[in-house]
């Protein structure tokens, strides 16, 4: 399986962490199934619907970004992932 996630990038105090495991997305400390309806919790990360293609997921998220975030983060390119574990995301501000 694979995971193409879109990053939406967007002014917000809040912080992000992501973790994939088989076909569950764990966002912050939210584990999401992304094969079955999604919880009201998710709503507020995940923008839109979660598309399936065959084996692959299809989504976009909420992504926080700091004031002085880099256009790295600011303008961030579709992360593939095929991997389980923790998912690696732009910096959310200024190194």
Do not use: K, Q, Y
């Amino acid at each position: 399986m694979a995971l193409l996630l879109t990053l939406s990038p967007c002014r917000d105090d809040r912080t992000l962490t992501l973790s994939l495991s088989g076909r569950v997305l764990t966002i912050n400390d939210l584990a999401v199934d992304l094969d079955a309806e999604l919880p009201e919790a998710a709503r507020a990360w995940i923008l839109g619907p979660v598309e399936a293609a065959g084996d692959d997921i299809a989504l976009t998220l909420f992504f926080p970004i700091g004031p002085d975030a880099p256009e790295a983060s600011r303008f961030p390119a579709p992360l593939h992932i095929e991997a389980d574990g923790p998912v690696a995301l732009p910096p959310r501000d200024a190194i």
